[in-house]
């Protein structure tokens, strides 16, 4: 049985990978993960594959047991999308204690023990694709965590990138800058001292899911979308962290 893995899947990028997947791919079944079970039964309705809803919270450990003992021998995984993931914005004090460790658990454990779950299952040719942030090319100042979080996605990946090259199997982290999604949502900018004075250029979803899935078919380590994050991806190679974030600074308001 050929599927393909998405959590996150119930909005934003997460949501836009599996409609290109949907509609790229001849699968089994498209694996729908996310909390929300009602947006991922009117998401189920819109494809052409037949999929399967699971409706699981990765900040809970019993998730992934329950996820394990879904897959079996006959089981070849040819997407896993790692979209799961949200932000605060705030420095160390402004954001508390408990909300810093979700960022840290679902941005990083529950990515990388979806990914060790899921890699038994997969064949040559098989893709995993994670998701990261324009945020990981330098630090963050008022954006801390969350671009740590990120800054560990991407060597993460990179590495086992090279790691599972063998077994031909691609890993690609993707590296949007500012999509149009959900994501601002759950920020908080207005909250805290320190956001961003404007979020531009945005960028459409659908747009960075095309190029990451053909960066993951070509086998790509690295999919960046847009001038802007190439840009800000070169940057981070060449100016020390102190000039950068100096800069970013620079980009902020006081939210008084």
């Not at 998701?131 to 008022?142: I, Q, R, T, W």
Request: aromatic fraction near 8%; glycine fraction near 6%.
């Amino acid at each position: 049985m050929k599927i393909a893995v998405i959590t996150g899947a119930s909005s934003g990028i997460g949501r836009e990978f599996v409609k290109q997947i949907d509609r790229a791919e001849q699968l089994d079944e498209i694996w729908l993960i996310a909390r929300r079970e009602d947006k991922l039964k009117q998401i189920a309705t819109e494809l052409k594959n037949k999929s399967r809803i699971i409706p699981l919270d990765l900040l809970k450990p019993e998730s992934f047991e329950e996820y394990k003992n879904m897959l079996c021998a006959d089981t070849e995984v040819r997407y896993v999308v790692n979209a799961s993931g949200f932000g605060n914005m705030g420095d160390w004090s402004e954001i508390p204690n408990e909300a810093q460790m979700q960022m840290i658990d679902l941005n990083v454990k529950a990515l990388v023990t979806m990914t060790n779950i899921t890699i038994p299952y997969m064949k040559k040719g098989s893709m995993i694709l994670q998701m990261g942030s324009a945020s990981v090319f330098n630090p963050l100042p008022y954006f801390n965590i969350y671009a740590s979080t990120k800054s560990f996605v991407r060597h993460y990946s990179r590495a086992l990138h090279e790691e599972l090259k063998p077994l031909g199997i691609h890993v690609t982290v993707v590296c949007p800058g500012w999509v149009r999604t959900e994501f601002f949502d759950h920020t908080n900018d207005s909250k805290v001292r320190y956001s961003p004075k404007k979020y531009s250029p945005m960028t459409d979803a659908k747009d960075v899911v095309c190029r990451a899935l053909r960066h993951a078919k070509r086998n790509k380590a690295l999919s960046i979308y847009g001038w802007f994050t190439k840009t800000q991806h070169v940057l981070g190679k060449l100016l020390p962290h102190s000039l950068i974030m100096k800069m970013w600074k620079g980009m902020l308001k006081e939210n008084k």
